[in-house]
């Protein structure tokens, strides 16, 4: 079983639905959990962290997670084509800075 | 946000040669660095961590002697590919956590090399 792992799409949404990007991990033990977006040919960007049980919300942007699923998700509202890129979602294992990451979920916004 | 710089953004380098891509934070400190590598439409893998003042910590199947790590100060990690290949041509990125709290890695923008 992989560390962290994501469907890796391509996910479609049409111009101002909601995506939903999940991601699943190993680890039961890790406290700590982060979406990055990459847009193709730059380097990931942080756009959510998220510590705790429950959804975090920052503008379009809602995580959620579930530690006793060993889930997290990330929801995008209002989807723009700016939002298409690949979304990688990472897990901190045993809080010390062992970041591991998924393979990335595409996602693909038309307008 | 915090900012990590590499530098350079870009190399074209002959086969056989070293390069050197430098990775610095320039609003935080951090005792450890990590170093990925990507290539196209790959997902990120971890190379390398660094470490400062001490010896970097290498993934499996990463050759330490042909990938030279140093971490000589807070802001400052260095990794040298050497007698660079053409399979060598990827994205390599590196990141830094800003706190240990938090855990937030922060990525440089990435050094695309390109081995001829």
């Known amino acids: 079983q992989k560390e962290v792992e994501q469907n890796s799409g391509p996910l479609s949404v049409p111009e101002g639905a909601i995506a939903s990007l999940n991601c699943t991990y190993s680890?039961?033990?890790?406290?700590?959990f982060f979406w990055y977006r990459q847009y193709s040919g730059k380097s990931p960007e942080l756009i959510m962290s998220i510590y705790s049980n429950g959804d975090k919300e920052d503008g379009r942007f809602t995580a959620q997670l579930n530690k006793a699923s060993q889930y997290v998700s990330l929801l995008i509202r209002d989807s723009q084509p700016s939002d298409s890129a690949t979304y990688l979602c990472a897990v901190n294992m045993n809080n010390n800075n062992d970041m591991r990451f998924g393979a990335g979920t595409r996602l693909t916004v038309k307008p | 946000g915090a900012v990590v710089s590499q530098h350079p953004s870009w190399v074209i380098c002959k086969s056989g040669t070293s390069v050197k891509i430098e990775c610095r934070s320039l609003?935080?400190?951090?005792?450890?660095m990590f170093w990925y590598r990507q290539f196209p439409k790959q997902s990120l893998m971890l190379m390398a961590t660094s470490n400062e003042g001490s010896k970097a910590t290498y993934e499996q199947g990463v050759e330490k002697d042909k990938f030279l790590i140093n971490h000589a100060s807070l802001t400052l990690s260095t990794l040298t590919v050497t007698s660079a290949h053409p399979e060598d041509s990827s994205f390599y990125i590196c990141?830094?956590?800003?706190?240990?709290?938090?855990?937030?890695?922060?990525f440089g923008p990435g050094t695309r090399l390109t081995v001829l």
């Open positions: 990141s830094a956590p800003r706190d240990r709290v938090r855990n937030e890695q922060f």
């Open positions: 680890d039961r033990g890790s406290q700590s």
């Open positions: 609003d935080f400190q951090a005792t450890t």
